[in-house]
């Protein structure tokens, strides 16, 4: 009878110690980082951009090699990138850990907010996933023996600026099991996010956009300084600056994408077209005044317009500002 508690015992303290095993995690965990080489290319037009990075793991297990099951999720024109691992096989460190690097060279792409354009900020994201691991098996984490994102710092952007660069980890749940009847849920991935902020510079953007439609708002609201009896040269001036400033709107907005909102540009170039339309609105009401050859009453009526129209545009460009920045 006194085997009976001592094997009672042995199963509770055999339970006790292998309970806790069994229910600790068993996922890999990778340590990942990427250097960004050269920004290539930034094409608004297709929301796309090229790099060209280098990307590191290290990992325990033997068992698995996640550079070769890692996937770009927001490749552009995944054809034409080109990969290429740096050792023939994983390599072994001081601490028994397992590393790889992988060079890759290609577009990638992510959906441009323009809406504050041509003061935009725009984000060039590197998406990575596991295409083979869930969370439970695999997770990334920032490599913390040195930086896990690192720029270039000879990296040289024509017409952007570049910003602190940062990494984001977490996971990622699908929507759907993929038709897989082995799984009861979505499955969840671990996923990691490279982003590099770039800006316009704002001096030389606005000037380089603006001034052309603010010498056209100019000399439209000269046309009401010029004597009321040319009315032909003032009705040439405004049409002249109306077409000017569709041919500019159409000349700016070529390299952009179609979107279905307004960008701010947009709102800057109709609240002109309104400038320049009330120009003209007030040169014609008063035609029949000057072939009367009654011009005092057109003097007052266009120093009052001409004031009341500055000031509209003024604080009509102020307002689009604050409401888009």
Request: include cysteine.
């Amino acid at each position: 009878m006194r085997l009976l508690p001592s094997l009672l015992l042995f199963f509770l303290l055999g339970y006790g110690i292998s309970c806790p095993q069994a229910m600790a995690s068993t996922h890999n965990e990778i340590a990942i980082g990427v250097y960004i080489a050269d920004i290539q290319e930034i094409d608004l037009k297709t929301h796309s951009y090229r790099l060209d990075l280098y990307m590191w793991f290290r990992w325990k297990n033997p068992d698995i090699d996640p550079s070769q099951s890692a996937e770009f999720i927001n490749m552009f024109e995944p054809a034409d990138h080109v990969r290429t691992n740096i050792f023939d096989k994983p390599q072994v460190m001081p601490d028994g850990s397992l590393y790889m690097i992988i060079r890759d060279q290609g577009k990638f792409s992510a959906k441009f907010s323009l809406k504050r354009f041509p003061f935009d900020r725009q984000f060039l994201d590197v998406v990575l996933e596991d295409n083979q691991h869930e969370t439970q098996d695999l997770v990334y984490v920032p490599d913390t023996s040195t930086a896990p994102l690192t720029l270039n710092p000879s990296i040289n952007i024509p017409g952007f600026n570049l910003r602190q660069p940062r990494l984001e980890i977490a996971d990622f749940s699908y929507p759907t099991s993929f038709g897989d009847l082995r799984s009861s849920k979505a499955p969840d991935y671990s996923r990691a996010r490279f982003s590099i902020t770039v800006e316009r510079p704002w001096m030389a953007t606005g000037l380089n956009i603006f001034l052309p439609v603010i010498l056209i708002i100019i000399c439209t609201a000269l046309v009401l300084s010029l004597h009321p009896a040319y009315i032909e040269g003032r009705l040439g001036v405004a049409i002249t600056a109306l077409l000017t400033l569709v041919a500019l709107q159409l000349t700016s907005a070529s390299g952009l994408p179609e979107v279905d909102y307004m960008l701010m540009t947009d709102k800057i170039y109709l609240l002109s077209y309104l400038f320049i339309m009330a120009t003209m609105m007030q040169v014609v009401r008063h035609s029949r005044t000057v072939h009367e050859k009654n011009f005092d009453p057109v003097w007052k009526s266009d120093r009052a317009v001409q004031k009341l129209l500055a000031l509209s545009m003024i604080g009509g460009i102020v307002l689009i500002i604050l409401a888009t920045v």
